[in-house]
Each structure stands twice: as structure tokens, then as C-alpha cells.
């Protein structure tokens, strides 16, 4: 298989992953006819294991203030790894771009930070989840929201046209990553900022993990090594690139890494040496003003 034959597959496999994970969510919704604010009593969303997880991992990453007036639909669909927004230091009147947006929640935190004079953009390559986010737009009322179809290696943006780049656990899922830090550069205006939240590895991971789809989709075996990572980010021409902090994943607990921690132990690394091997990291930079 050449190059450009699997990336055009691990894309594939994603896209139908988190395009299966709206979907399900879109269903769900349909069948409760709730999905209001996630405090109110009696909505069936979120009621499957799977989406209580996505639930417990939003409140993980988010503050209550931030959670309290968003739908189900958009807190059980938070797939993300970290707060891009909390370190973004977003202004009034801003423009912002979140890459791979999902059902919107940084998208929506966001646009409270730039108010009605600011204008958020998300970017998302599945289909079924820029529908649900479109959905949820309405839902939180969200005027200076838009969300678009399109491919973070390739964004449909013009030069230097937005202010702030922002995502969530989602670069490391493409099989590109100098295309996608280029394009961040290009549609960036000159000073503007990149935060990202994503994952990374310490050190190599093995070969039957990398050639996992599986584990493509669960954003693990996509990840750079995490001086690589950075080190790509200052050849697309950032400076000021910052790592802000550094949490390690612990994948022998995960339930859904079976597979994975199998893989690895033929390669004769145990799921206890995976947990420091694996990082959740935020990331900042600057486009040279």
C-alpha cells in the first residue's frame, strides 16, 4: 500500500468512526425528544454507557459554568483530549477556528468569549457531524457560529483571515500533520495565535500499534513524538511555540484498548509501560506578526 493510498484509508476509517458516533447521538436524540441544557431532569440523552462516558469526560475537561447551558448533544459528544479554548485568551470581536469541530462544544465556548462582534468557524471532514453541529448551533442559539465541511490539510479559508486557531485532540488524526501546521500558518493573520489540545507519545511506539486502524481512530497510533510534534510546528513558521502542560493517558485502564495492549505485548511492551509512553498535551503558538 503506498502513501497516498493509506492515508486516504485512515481517513476513511475515521470519518466513518465519528460519522457512526453522530449519528448514534442524532438517534438517541430523535427517540428521547429532549436534548435541552444538561441540567434539566428526565432527558433520555445520554442515558447509554457510551454516552454517560462522553458526558463524564466533558465534565472532565470543562468547568460546571461552561457545561451548564449546553445540550446533551453537544457535552455527550465531546471527543476531545484537553480546553483549547481555556488557553487561548480569546478577545472580543475575534475571529477563531476550531479544526475538527465536532459537535461544536469549543466552537460554543468560544463564541461566548469573542461575543456577537467575533465569529467562530468549525471545521470538521464528516459529514454527519458538521449536521449535528449545525443542529446544535440552533439549539444554543449561536448566531456568530458557522460550521463547514472540509479537510484540516486543506482548509477552505483565505490567507490570513482569522485571528485564533483552536482544537481538540484531533490533529493527531491526520496522517499529514506538516500539511495541516501549514495551512494553520496560511489562513492565520500575521500575530495571530495557535492553541491546540492533543496527544502525543513519549518515546516509540510499536509498529503493530501504528498499523492499528483501529487505534488511528482512537487518536494513538497518529501521534508524533511530542518534540516531533512541536518541532513541526516551528517549521510551518510559528515562534513562541509553548507546551503548557502534560497529562499521561493511562491506556491499560481504558476498556477499549484490548486490542491495542494485545499488540503491544506481542511487540513485548506491557500495557503498564503504554501509561507513560502516551500524553495528552496543550500547545500554544504564534504566526510571526
Known amino acids: 500500500m503506498d502513501n497516498g ?84 485568551e480569546l478577545r472580543p470581536g475575534e475571529t477563531v477556528l476550531d479544526l475538527g469541530s465536532g459537535g461544536g462544544i469549543d466552537c460554543f465556548l468560544a463564541a461566548q468569549r469573542v461575543g456577537p462582534s467575533g465569529r467562530v ?47 481538540n485532540c484531533v490533529i493527531n488524526l491526520s496522517p499529514d500533520k506538516d500539511a495541516v501546521f501549514a495551512e494553520a500558518y496560511r489562513v492565520l493573520r500575521p500575530g495571530g495565535r495557535l492553541s491546540v489540545s492533543d496527544i502525543v507519545t513519549r518515546g516509540e511506539l510499536p509498529q503493530a500499534i501504528r498499523n492499528r486502524l483501529d487505534a488511528w481512530v482512537g487518536c494513538l497510533a497518529g501521534a508524533l513524538d511530542e518534540s516531533d510534534y512541536l518541532d513541526k510546528i516551528r517549521a510551518a513558521g510559528f515562534v513562541d511555540v509553548q507546551l503548557i502542560d502534560r497529562e499521561y493517558i493511562g491506556i491499560s485502564e481504558l476498556a477499549d484498548w484490548e486490542g491495542v495492549r494485545k499488540a503491544a505485548a506481542r511487540a513485548g511492551v506491557s500495557a503498564p509501560d503504554l501509561d507513560s509512553k502516551v500524553a495528552s498535551i496543550r500547545v500554544k503558538a504564534t504566526k510571526q506578526a
Open 121 to 167: 468557524i468549525g471545521l470538521d471532514m464528516t459529514p454527519d457531524m458538521v449536521k449535528l453541529a449545525r443542529r446544535n448551533a440552533k439549539k444554543v442559539g449561536a448566531r456568530n457560529v458557522e460550521f463547514r465541511y472540509g479537510e484540516i490539510e486543506d482548509m477552505p479559508l483565505p490567507d490570513g483571515s482569522v485571528d485564533v486557531i483552536i482544537s
Open 5 to 88: 493510498t493509506k492515508d486516504e484509508t485512515i481517513k476513511q476509517a475515521v470519518q466513518e468512526s465519528y460519522g457512526e458516533a453522530a449519528r448514534r447521538l442524532g438517534e438517541q436524540a430523535a427517540r428521547s425528544g429532549c436534548c435541552g441544557p444538561a441540567q434539566e431532569a428526565g432527558c433520555g440523552c445520554g442515558s447509554s454507557a457510551g454516552a454517560v462516558e462522553l458526558a463524564d469526560a466533558a465534565a472532565r475537561l470543562y468547568s460546571a459554568d461552561e457545561l451548564a447551558d449546553l445540550p446533551h448533544s453537544v457535552t455527550d459528544i465531546s471527543l476531545g483530549c484537553g480546553n483549547p479554548t481555556a488557553i487561548a
